[in-house]
Structure formats: C-alpha cells, structure tokens
C-alpha cells in the first residue's frame, strides 16, 4: 500500500479523467490521497472530491504565491470537515520576488504574515502542517522553530537543505517525491540517507515535477512507484519495507 501525500487532484488537469488517474492508481497500490489546500478557488473542488471518493483526503490553506487573497473567515467553515487532515500548503517562497528592494520586503512580509497565521491556526486546531520552503529556508526555519505545534507536519518536497533535518525534533516530515529521480537531484540524493526514517512520507506534488521515466508528462499519483523504487535503492531497505514506512508514518501524521 501506498499513500500519495501531496496531489493537486483538484486542478483542472484531471476534470477529464480523473476517475481513469484514480483506477491506474489503484492498480498500482495507492490506496489514499492528499489534496493539499493550496488555492481558495479550488477548494471546494478538493471537497467534492473527498466527499464522492472514501479514500481522498484534504488540506486547507494557502500557498505562498496566493499570500494576498488569505482570509481565514473564507476557509474556516472546510476545516471542520471529517476529512480535512492538515493546514496548507503554506510556507515562504521567494523564487518570483518582485524587482524593486521596497516591493521585495513587501511581498516577504505579507508571506510571513499569512504563514503564521496558517501555523498558529494548525496549532490551535492541533492539525499538522503541509509546508511549502522554496529559497527561503532560513525564515521557514525561524517561523517553524517558534511557532509551530506539537502536531508538526511535512515539509512537502522536501529541498534537500540539511538545516531542515533539525525540524524532525519538532515531529516533522519530509516529503520525497519525483525530484529524487532527477539525474541533477545529487543534492537531495546526498542528503536522502540523512533523514530519519519515520520522518519519511511519498509524494508526487501531481501534476507537476513528474518522476523519471515520465518527465514532460502530466504527473499522477501512480506515479508514486517510481518514487518508492528510487528510495529502496538509495537505502538497506527493500521497496516492500519503504512502501509500509512511508504508509505507516503518512497514516500517524495525518491520523487516518
């Protein structure tokens, strides 16, 4: 069994057939997913999903890029609902920054702002956390280390950034997916071995960062396979014994 924890089952991508990406899952092993909560306007479509399929599962929350249109009152009445597992995605990302340095310090603001916010509300609601850090590690760090809950979370793709490992105290995960594929991944190979191993959760982040042999296809969650034989051979474990590790601590964070 297999559990895919971070899919855009939700973008428009899969309106045509999402019941065929949910068969050739199946038939592959993965037996539950995780929309994470990343637009406000496709939340309900990730409802709609939990609620006609047992073994689809959602997060709410906010990505970064979407910072500017949080507003907490909008999501509260989905977070009571039986099958919203976690807060999120939500984070830092400061890869399209804008080009003036006042602009620059306004966008990083209103990111941690709205960040905190999400990780005060996931400790208030003792709900785990699906992070989002891309190049900006340090402030994820520093937000994380003193605000977050017991309850912890996932740090979804996980960058390969060994500061990062030190969150594992704090019950947090790291979410491998398609990247560790890459032929350029030696980074995050290198560091792979590092990481605890009831820290460790699958993922395909679908439709993007498809895994080899499929990049430059739409991603999807059977896809996960490639993910779980590219761990085992990183590892002393077989794909069998990754396939009960990754299940066993994706079902102890998310508690289903």
């Given at each position: ?24 899952a ?68 400061y890869?399209r920054l ?47 280390d ?6 912890g ?18 019950n ?71 396939e ?13």
């Open positions: 069994m297999l559990i895919d924890t971070h899919c855009h089952l939700d973008d428009e991508r899969y309106d045509d057939d999402i019941e065929q990406v949910l068969e050739n199946t038939e592959k092993g993965v037996e539950k997913f995780i929309i994470p909560g990343a637009d406000p306007k496709t939340l309900q479509r990730a409802v709609d999903l939990a609620e006609r399929y047992e073994n689809i599962y959602f997060a709410v929350g906010v990505h970064p890029y979407d910072a500017g249109e949080y507003d907490r009152t909008f999501l509260e009445p989905y977070v009571t609902h039986p099958k919203c597992v976690a807060i999120g995605e939500c984070g830092l990302d890869f804008p080009e003036s340095e006042e602009e620059i310090e306004k966008e990083k603001k209103l990111q941690k702002e709205v960040f905190i916010d999400q990780i005060l509300w996931a400790k208030e609601l003792q709900k785990p956390l699906i992070v989002h850090v891309r190049e900006s590690t340090p402030d994820c760090l520093a937000l994380l003193e605000y977050a809950g017991e309850e979370g996932v740090l979804h793709c996980y960058n390969a950034d060994e500061s990062l490992l030190k969150l594992a105290k704090k947090f995960y790291y979410g491998i997916g398609g990247v560790l594929t890459f032929k350029n991944a030696r980074k995050l190979i290198n560091v792979y071995s590092k990481i605890p191993q009831d820290k460790l959760v699958i993922e395909t982040d679908a439709p993007y960062l498809t895994p080899h042999p499929h990049r430059g296809e739409r991603n999807e969650p059977s896809y996960t396979t490639f993910v779980a034989d590219k761990m085992a051979e990183l590892s002393s474990l077989s794909r069998e014994a990754i009960t590790l990754s299940t066993q601590n994706a079902q102890r964070l998310f508690r289903f």
